[in-house]
């Protein structure tokens, strides 16, 4: 089973940039054959969705909180996820989590958090006003 694990997470000022990675470890081969989506979840709410990516890397979506400040990619060589987030705003304090998806090629990116197999423990993002 593909393992999962987040890094990058810290404190940064209002406007600020971190760059997260969701490393796969263990049998990343399936991990090769996975969409990857970002998501969060702050204190007393649901995990909710920021950004997915293809399989090939090719396509990506964006929840409207995150579209023109935040740039999901992938290293397959490196099988490894990033999230690059610029302008940080209070409201994106949370735990980060990164989950994959096996799919077929051509298969539809999932927003859905139930659609995702395998999950890292997060990393924790705090932005300050």
């Known amino acids: 089973q593909v393992q999962l694990a987040e890094s990058g997470g810290g404190l940064v000022q209002t406007g600020g940039s971190l760059k997260l990675s969701c490393a796969a470890s263990g049998r990343t081969y399936p991990f090769t054959r996975s969409s990857v989506g970002w998501f969060r979840q702050a204190p007393g709410k649901e995990r909710e969705f920021v950004a997915t990516?293809?399989?090939?890397?090719?396509?990506?979506t964006y929840a409207d909180a995150a579209k023109g400040r935040f740039t999901i990619s992938r290293d397959t060589a490196k099988n490894t996820v990033y999230l690059q987030m610029n302008d940080l705003k209070p409201e994106d304090t949370a735990v980060y989590y990164c989950?994959?998806?096996?799919?077929?090629?051509?298969?539809?990116?999932?927003?859905?958090?139930?659609?995702?197999?395998?999950w890292g423990q997060g990393t924790q993002v705090t932005v300050s006003s």
């Open positions: 989950g994959s998806r096996q799919t077929i090629l051509t298969a539809p990116l999932s927003t859905d958090a139930r659609a995702y197999e395998a």
């Open positions: 990516i293809s399989r090939s890397g090719t396509s990506t």
